[in-house]
């Protein structure tokens, strides 16, 4: 048999050529410090910078010029405090800066807005903090965050897409979303998410290192994210995030647990986003 006959020119190889990565297939980051002029590079991720809200447009303009078609959206606003006030403030960073994105680029923008607390509390942690537990309360930040869902929904956001890793997370915000006339707007969960090292350049991107607030709680966030050592666990994460109503199915880090993506990939007929982390 003569497998080579079909890699010979390249206009046949691309013809049966079985997996593309396409410029339209990619999500770009963005992270918007508020006070901010103009963009401020990150030591740690060379190349990659804060931008101020006046360059927001500026950004996406070039984003699009290269042909990348979705951008994904942290805020990092001058508020900090225990519950990430600015999160469920409907004229607080996050829902200024879609609003800008959508008058000015409309439908030729996919925007994508990271649901978490994270950059918007002191503590550095995706929820309310329960001093009992040691963790993040779960039913109070399921709350929150319908509150946060509605807002960003309201602003004009394409995809929400929930990274806090809190049970029940994706019904909780389908629940919020229809009951509030948005049933028309996906969700991308992070459904499995791993508590992963590698996240560190980005954390500080987006100024959302966790502490021990205070002495209460574990400075890292193994407590809700995903063990990096269970992969049983890791499915079973995405299978009841799409019971529960997510649109998208995401593995984080992607390159480290490639494993994982196959696994889900062969038990689900969603769509299936990877992330690229910092490293």
Known sequence: MNLRRLRMKPGVRALVRENWVRKEDLI????????????????????????????????????LELGIKGVILFGIPQLKDSVGSDALN????????????????????????????????????????????????????????????IIHAQAGADIIAPSGMMDGIVSALREALDSNGFDHIPIMSYSTKFASA????????????????????????????????????????????????????MVKPALAFLDIVAKIKEKTLRPLAVYNVSG
């Open 198 to 249: 590698f996240y560190g350049p980005f954390r500080d991107a987006a100024e959302s290192a966790p502490t021990t607030g205070g002495g209460i709680i574990p400075s890292d966030r193994s407590t809700y994210q995903m063990d990096i050592a269970n992969s049983r666990e890791a499915l079973l994460e995405s299978i009841i995030d799409e019971k529960e109503g997510a649109d998208i199915l």
């Open 90 to 149: 409907p004229e607080g960073l996050i829902a200024r800066s879609v609003r800008r994105l959508k008058e000015k680029f409309g439908d030729d923008l996919v925007v994508v807005t990271d649901l978490c607390f994270c950059e918007y509390t002191d503590h550095g942690h995706c929820g309310i903090i329960d001093p009992v537990l040691k963790s993040v309360h779960n039913r109070e930040t399921l709350t929150i965050s319908q509150k946060q869902a």
């Open 28 to 63: 770009f980051p963005i992270f918007i410090k508020e006070g901010l002029r103009g963009w401020k590079e990150i030591p740690s991720m060379p190349g990659i910078c804060q931008v101020g809200e006046e360059a927001l447009l500026k950004e996406v303009e070039e984003v």
